[in-house]
């Protein structure tokens, strides 16, 4: 039969291997222990404390670990496993403390002056770490991984010369590496050695001649140390060897930007743009800032134009291209064909979102209605519970007249939109309020204006739409007034708010003031003016007894397209219907 007190030796020593092993670590000496009953309780303490790790509950791993050190204070690889849950939870001073009896118990071990450097690295001592890692590879055979450390760790630390030195060392050992040289050429240009930060770049493009990146490397050397020359004459000399590459093409557009020659830089941007070589969402990338205010520039919009249209002929079925064009084609007021291109975007990959949004505020105007609320039907079985698809099927609906319809749309995109979003949600419930208007429900419609203001209290619109409502029927003048007269403070020119404001002051029988503001709204753009003003315009002078004058402005308002059945009744009878 086993001895028991052996067994649990063994144990200690299978549970000390598969720790090692678990850390992925070379593995450090076997403690050697008695087997007397205080081993054996240290043991099955080691033993759940590598049982619990491999649990990933470090927790108590850690508490199980620091029983077994007050037994067996002489372990080392005990002080090593503490370090290594101090240095997760970021306790740096206590990861040092164990790391440190760890090293005294066993000097010779690695592993421990590997995680003591980890853990000064940490703390922001790169030196000090730097300095273990050189004393490391000066101790490994393979020591290229310490040299680096090392290297890396002196240049942090602004020990430049000493980084220098390792990584001299260590190309003895790996060849001309590109990495290495490229750190030692960036700590040259930290030395202001632009000398030597240009001859490692020239070695490099030695050893590669036909990699394009290396000259660009140099000339944008030149460029940014203002050797403007030098960096033209290798630029010139890299497009021979490399006519259509495009990094060599974004090199030039930089360096033709710096020189502000707008001309070339534009000609080299384009040229990247269009490199047949590239994918079709590099280009897009590239394309991106053409595409910035194109709203305010005129000339912007014709080049992305150009631009996205020989990008298209290259990509001819790529869905985020065709979608682009589609924005493009919007931005250059050329809707009906963003329509076509939103549409084979969607019949190429149905699954962007965005995409079928564009698509759907295309057909937000109320001749569109029943193509919006065709969309949206489609949109809302690939995405039904997205806020916005039930809100455009609700504008759909309330186009279309079908208030019942929008109320349900819209009361559903109310449920399901997140609250962090307030200002569309404060939409969602001001279009809310029209359609309960529409339909009549004027106590819902109120509660849903409400609703909307509390959450976009300075929304001019939403402002001046509920105060009509509330002038239309009547009542609550008093806050109608305060909210019409709010709007205007914030839109003071806005020929449909001061509309508002007159109509009010004409509920209120304020009807000299009423003819001002309305007046106004009229004058504002007399040519385009909508046949409600005008209308309105004519009631007023109705109540102050010029009837002539309210002929002719019902006439103009019958002219505009008004919809009003007594429109005609009015000008026929030079009475006021109301």
Known sequence: MTDRRWAGAV????????????????TPAVPNVTADKETYAANELYFGAVKAHMQDDDKESDSLMLEFVKLKPDVAAAYYELARYRIKQNNIAEAVTYIKKAI???????????Q???????????????????ELANTEEYNEEYLQKAALLYQRSGKYKEALALLDKLLLKTGDDEDILIQKQQIYLKLND???AAAIIEQL???????AKYYILLAELYDNNNETAKAEALFKKAQKSFPDDPSLQVGLAEHYRKLNDTARYNEYTIKTILNKDLDAETQLGLLAPYLQNMQNDTTRRKTSLDLITQIVAQHTN??????????????????????????????LDPSRFVVWQQLLYSYTARKDADSLIYYSDKALRLFPNQALVHYLNGIGKANAKNYTGAINAMNRAVDLQPDDNTQLLAEMYSSLGDAYNSAKKFDLSDKSFDKALSLDPNNASLLNNYSYYLSER??????????????????PDEATFLDTYGWILYKEAKYDKAKEYIQKAVDANPADADGTLFEHLGDVYYKLDDKDKAVQYWQKAKDKGIDNPLIDKKILEKKLYE
């Open 11 to 26: 144990i200690f020593s299978i549970a000390f291997l598969w720790a090692c092993k678990a850390y992925g670590q070379d």
């Open 104 to 114: 005294k118990l066993d000097d010779s071990n690695k592993w421990y002056k590997d």
């Open 116 to 134: 003591y450097a980890n853990i000064l690295a940490k703390d922001n001592k790169f030196e000090e770490a730097a300095d273990i890692y050189k």
């Open 194 to 196: 632009l000398g030597s």
């Open 205 to 211: 493009i030695a050893q590669s001649p036909k990699e």
């Open 318 to 347: 790529d869905a985020n291209v065709l979608a682009v064009y589609g924005d493009v084609l919007t931005f250059n007021d050329q809707r009906d064909k963003a329509l076509i291109q939103y549409k084979k975007s969607i019949a």
């Open 474 to 491: 009547g009542a609550r003048l008093d806050d109608a007034e305060k909210m019409s007269k709010h709007s205007l403070e914030l839109r």
